[in-house]
C-alpha cells in the first residue's frame, strides 16, 4: 500500500469546520477549506451525471461499534475499521477510488466486515482516542476477538 501522511493541521485539530455553502465562502475562516467545499459539490455533481457507476464498493457494517464488535465475535469474522472526519482530503479521496475499487471491495466481502467511523461524532470520539489515531485516515484492523491487530495511517490506494 502506498503511504503518504496526513495527520491533521493545528487548525484542524482546532476542530475548525469548514462552511459546505459555496455562497459563505467569502466569511469562511478557513478559505482553502471552503475552496474544497465547492471543489467537492462540483465533483460531486459531475459524478451524479456518469453513467457508469461503480461495478463494486466496500460494504461498511450499519451499526453502532458495540453491534459491530457483537457481530464480529457471532460471525468469527476479523474487521477493518476506517477512522474519517468530515474535513479530511484524503478520506475523500479513499471513499471514492479505493473503496469503490472492485478488488478491495470483493476482498473486504469475502474476509471482513467493514466499518467506517467519524473520530469527531459519538463512538468515533472515544475509538479515536481509545486506539491513539493521530492522522486520517487511518484504517484499523482487528481480530474477530476485537483485538486490535495493526493500522495503516494515511490515503491507501487500493493496491
Known sequence: M?????APSHEATAKAKCTQKAQDCALATKKS????????QVAYASLQGATTLPTAE??????????????????????????????????????????TDETVATASSKSFLA?????????????????????????????????????EEGLQDPD
Open 115 to 151: 466499518y467506517k467511523i467519524d473520530a469527531e461524532q459519538s463512538d468515533g470520539i472515544k475509538v479515536a482516542s481509545d486506539y491513539n489515531v493521530k492522522a486520517y485516515p487511518t484504517i484499523l484492523f482487528f481480530g474477530a476477538d476485537g483485538k486490535l491487530l495493526g493500522r
Open 58 to 99: 466496500v460494504k461498511f457494517f450499519a451499526g453502532t461499534w458495540k453491534e459491530l464488535l457483537a457481530k464480529a465475535e457471532k460471525d468469527k469474522k476479523p474487521f477493518w475499521v476506517d477512522v474519517y472526519t468530515t474535513w479530511c482530503g484524503p478520506c475523500k479521496i479513499m471513499a471514492k477510488n479505493t473503496f
Open 2 to 6: 502506498a503511504m503518504h501522511h496526513h
Open 33 to 40: 477549506c471552503c475552496m474544497q467545499a465547492q471543489n467537492d
